[in-house]
Every structure is written in C-alpha cells, then in structure tokens.
C-alpha cells in the first residue's frame, strides 16, 4: 500500500512541476527592431532590460500560475496611492472618470504625464494599476488613469452604452482634458492588455491628436480581436477557460447596470434580447447579443476588425515600445508575429518579447514569496524614461540598420543585446 501511494505521490509531484515549469531557466528579453539610435536611448535608460529576466523561483515560470496570481491578487504589498477623480459629461451622455496622480519624492525638470489605459474592465482601483503609479510617482511622473465606462461600480452609467474593444474616444476625452489643464506636459500613454490595443489604435487612427504625445507603450495585447478569439475559443492551454472568465466579468458588468443599458427603450432601439444577453457563453455570444448591435455593426466580426489595432499600425508616427509574453495563456505565441513586422519595417520602435510572465504578471524575485515591485513596473518606468531621452535627442531618420557594421567604440548596450529580428519574410531566420 505504501509503495502505491509512494507512486501516486510522485506521480502528482511529476505533474506539479511540469506544470510550473520549474526546470526552466531566466532568459533575457529578445528585442525586435531596427533603428539602432532609438533602442540605445532606451538601453542606456534601462539597461536591465538587456539582462535575463528572473521570475519567482517555485511558481513563477508558469504563464498559467503568473496569469492567475495577477487576476486574484493583483501585487504584493500593493500601495494606495493619493489622487483625485475627474468626471467628464461627453457629448452622448456618457459620464467618463479617470483618477489623476501628482507626482511625489523626487523632481523632475520637465513635465511629464503618463496617460494609462487599464485592461478590459479595470480601472485605477484595480491592483496592478495602483502599483505601477505608485511607482511611477515616487519616479517624478503624473498618473492619470482612465476608469472604463461601466467598470467602477461607484459611478453610474448615465448614456447608452460603456466601453469596447476599440472605441478610443474616451480615451482621447481624457488625453484632451489633460492638455487642458497641463498645456506643456509631455505625454506618454501607457496600454495594458486591451489598453495597450486601445492606445495604438488611438494613435494609428485618422484623427487630431495634442503634439505634446512622446511615445506609447503597449502590454499583452493581442492586436488582432479576429485571431484572438479564434485562438481563445480553443481549449488547447486552458484558454476556452479564461475566454469564459472574460465573458463573465463583460456580462456582469452589463447586468450590474441593466437599469440603463438594458431599459426598454435600449432593448427597442437596438434590437435587445436580455435573455440573449445573460445566457451568453462566450465572447462572440455577448459581442452578437449585445455590443456589435449597440455599435451599429452588421456583424462580429465587423465590429473585431474594427476594435484591432493591427489594422491601423501602419499610420503610426508615433515612437512605440511593445512588450509581450511567450507563454501568456491568453494572447498566444501565434499572435506575437504583428508586432515583430511592425518593428522591422518602422523607426523610433520596439518589441520586448519575454519567455515568461504570463498575461500581465512579471513577478520576479525570491523562491516563494515575490518581490513587491515586479519586473513591468521597472520595465515601464525606464521605457517612459527611454521615450522621453529619444523624443529629447530626436535621433535622425536615416539611423543605420541593426544588422549594420558599427564601430569597435560603440557602448556594449546593442553590442549585448538580443536582438535578432531583420525580415520578417526571411524563414531560415532561427528566434
């Protein structure tokens, strides 16, 4: 009996530790570009970005354990940091807020405002969000964060709809209203997860924007909604699960404010079928129910192909840092290969691609307990450091290629860098 349950025992301990991955090893981040000018200003900012990323030791591997940890805990020892909400009444009746941060400790000579769009149905009082301000403050840099519409239970929806995939306005409301009332900050805009789709959507879209803009930084976002749910529909990795996660969170937050979005009126004008609506499994079920007729969509995937910002990339003039995970349970490998084209064929841009992290986790440090301050914190404070040294020296167009000959004197911090990415077209290239 004992050499039974002796064989059980390991049998589970076999599956716990592939399960968390723990013969895994720390690697450095891969960096994907070609303007040498842009990626040194960003290393000499940042330089342990060039070095190998260490994740928690015992469960810190896992995308799946990483993803999970940042749904239910968010950070350890997570601040509280002070500010004030700003409410804006729109044009279509909507109430938009976004909570603003003045910064604390240390001075800066300039101005400086990082715009941060939250994940899908997060806001300023989510866990992740309240860390990385925090951080930020304490580094000399205004926070303002935008709160979806319909995401803050506290502040009741007053127009027809909350917020999408890809309806920019409400963040271009709040990037407006900053401007107002710092006319010379310089700002950064900051993505995460269906933020950071948001964000580049925003700046590849046809319309008027501040000059005061630096730079934006995107996070685990998919851009394609069309892929995205393909791969997301599937059970391979679990993540038919997080797709019914999603789902769930969507609709309540529909439910939660039914009293409006759902009233008689709403159901008549749009064609509404609240049963529809609650029985929904998945996000397309949801989307067909509910938001691509709100939206004024013939179709789902009409209103996908509008929410991604893949399809509007190639208008970006803006200098952009993206950061993605390997083994993110939710945006998958097979996604990843848009950013890395995107960066091959533009100046002033960046791709970060990590072995691990999971969907916005990056806790690194220690063998159980993490460190406080995970590794995107860091991260996303040098690279708003990084945009804002490159938007200063605004380094000439025509900067020799990555693959270019460089000369001996050059600093070690593209010389050591892992960066291989040249032509996307060219498979005998070996990631």
């Not at 807020?97 to 989510?126: H, M």
């Amino acid at each position: 009996m004992s050499t039974v349950l002796l064989a059980v025992v390991a049998v589970i301990l076999c599956i716990l530790f592939r399960i968390l991955n723990v013969n895994s090893q720390p690697h450095k981040p891969v960096i994907y570009g070609r303007d040498r000018n842009f990626i040194e200003n960003i290393l000499f900012i940042a330089p342990f970005l060039n070095e190998p990323y260490t994740p928690t030791r015992l469960w810190g591997f896992s995308g799946h354990v990483q993803t999970i940890l940042h749904s239910l805990i968010g950070r350890v020892r997570c601040p509280w940091p002070i500010g004030g909400r700003i409410s804006l009444v729109l044009p279509d009746k909507s109430t938009l807020t976004y909570d603003l941060y003045e910064p604390v400790g240390s001075e800066r000579e300039d101005d400086v405002t990082v715009a941060i769009c939250p994940g899908i149905g997060n806001t300023s009082e989510s866990v992740y969000i309240r860390t990385y301000v925090h951080y930020s403050q304490c580094h000399g840099y205004r926070c303002a964060v935008l709160n979806h519409i319909g995401a803050l239970a506290s502040v009741p929806v007053t127009g027809a709809r909350i917020f999408s995939y890809g309806h920019t306005d409400d963040f271009g409301y709040m990037v407006d209203n900053l401007i107002e009332r710092y006319p010379n900050t310089k700002l950064v805009l900051v993505g995460f997860s269906l933020g950071g789709n948001l964000i580049s959507k925003y700046l590849g879209e046809d319309r008027k924007r501040p000059p005061n803009i630096v730079g934006g930084i995107s996070i685990c976002q998919g851009y394609n909604a069309i892929d995205t749910i393909v791969h997301l529909l599937q059970w391979q990795n679990f993540r038919r699960f997080y797709l019914y996660i999603m789902t769930d969170n969507y609709r309540n937050i529909i439910t939660r404010h039914k009293r409006m979005l759902l009233s008689p009126e709403m159901k008549t004008r749009y064609s509404l079928d609240e049963n529809m609506i609650v029985s929904a499994g998945t996000l397309p079920d949801l989307d067909e129910a509910y938001s691509r007729r709100v939206y004024g969509f013939e179709s789902v995937t009409d209103l996908y192909k509008w929410s991604s910002c893949a399809f509007y990339l190639d208008n970006i003039k803006t200098p952009m840092v993206f950061i993605n995970a390997r083994d993110d349970p939710i945006v998958p490998e097979q996604l990843l290969p848009v950013a890395r084209e995107f960066v091959s064929s533009h100046d002033k841009a960046m791709y970060l691609e990590l072995a691990h992290g999971g969907h916005l986790g990056f806790y690194e440090g220690g063998l159980v307990y993490a460190n406080p301050v995970t590794w995107l914190d860091r991260a996303l404070v040098g690279l708003v450091g990084g945009l804002l040294m490159a938007h200063d020296k605004c380094a000439p167009k025509d900067a020799p290629l990555l693959d270019a000959t460089v000369d001996e004197d050059e600093p070690d911090l593209i010389k050591s860098a892992t960066i291989i990415y040249r032509d996307p077209l060219d498979k005998t290239q070996k990631v």
